[in-house]
């Protein structure tokens, strides 16, 4: 009788155990999950407005040593990230393979002009900020016209701050269930042994010398929860790499490795946390309220 008692208690036990490592592996994974989304998402929102072009088009007759004056400025310009000559041959050649004529056998002259495409660091990709280097750069005598997708850039700036908006909101919203989910994991597995904890102080035990052990144990479900969790997300990074190579996902190493590590000490200090204070609860409840 007193061995299937024993059995049943382990079984119980383990029970617990199992359900606080599913809790915090399952948490920590959307947690982790949703944070990598959100680096890559900034990341690829900023390789997208960093591609968005303005031409700027030079009068006939500005001189290749003006142009070359010119990008000497611009390379020195603080929102350029980079930017692209092309000459009217160059582009001549160009509209040719693209439409499979030789437009100059008819026309006698080549009527395109010398050009420079100016991409902008990502924190200039904004409506008003362009407008204002659209004006900078409209004051020079040598420009004829200037060139760029007004309509684009005023979408990215304006559903991007919604989308990053969300996102933010998302994530809080995710990280306050995640800490409830592991929180009441954890007073439940406490919960079950308010009995113990009890009769220890009863016996003149210290509420540090009591909360210790449950301390430790709860760090150690933590830390299981949380590596099953990682090991969880390298495999989906490896599988999304797979699928789509162009996203890049696994570029930025340092940030990865970042936020798994932010994972494994979320999964200790939370579980931490929370013992703690579930342990304290039923330290400070009288003996008659136990029940």
């Given at each position: 009788m007193g061995l299937s008692i024993e059995r049943i208690q382990k079984r119980r036990l383990l029970s617990s155990y199992f359900s606080v490592v599913i809790s915090v592996f399952l948490v920590l994974f959307l947690l982790g999950?949703?944070?990598?989304?959100?680096?890559?998402?900034?990341?690829?929102?900023?390789?997208?407005k960093e591609e968005i072009a303005m031409s700027i088009y030079f009068?006939?007759?500005?001189?290749?040593?003006?142009?070359?004056?010119?990008?000497?400025?611009?390379?020195?310009?603080?929102?350029?990230?980079?930017?692209?000559?092309?000459?009217?041959?160059?582009?001549?050649?160009?509209y040719s393979d693209a439409f499979g004529a030789d437009f100059m056998t008819f026309l006698g002259t080549n009527p395109l002009q010398n050009s420079i495409d100016i991409y902008f660091k990502s924190d200039y990709v904004e409506s008003a900020k362009i407008t204002a280097i659209e004006q900078e750069l409209a004051g020079n005598e040598n420009i004829d016209d200037i060139v760029y997708n007004k309509d684009l850039i005023e979408k990215v700036d304006k559903n991007l701050k919604k989308v990053s908006y969300w996102i933010l909101v998302i994530s809080g919203f995710f990280a306050f269930i995640a800490v409830l989910l592991i929180n009441s994991s954890m007073r439940l597995s406490i919960y079950s042994k308010r009995f113990i904890i009890k009769t220890m102080q009863l016996v003149g035990a210290t509420k540090s010398f009591i909360r210790k052990p449950f301390i430790w144990q709860s760090i150690k479900l933590g830390v299981i929860g949380a590596l099953l969790a990682i090991v969880s997300l390298i495999a989906a990074l490896g599988y999304v790499n797979n699928a789509f190579p162009s996203a890049h996902i696994l570029e930025d190493k340092g940030i990865i490795a970042a936020v798994l590590g932010g994972i494994l000490l979320f999964g200790i200090l939370i579980t931490w946390f929370s013992t703690f204070f579930a342990t304290q609860r039923f330290l400070n409840l009288r003996t008659s309220d136990l029940y």
């Open positions: 999950a949703l944070a990598l989304f959100v680096i890559n998402s900034n990341r690829l929102s900023k390789e997208f009068k006939k007759s500005v001189t290749q040593t003006q142009i070359d004056v010119f990008s000497e400025v611009l390379r020195n310009k603080p929102y350029v990230k980079k930017f692209k000559f092309t000459s009217k041959e160059d582009a001549a050649k160009e």
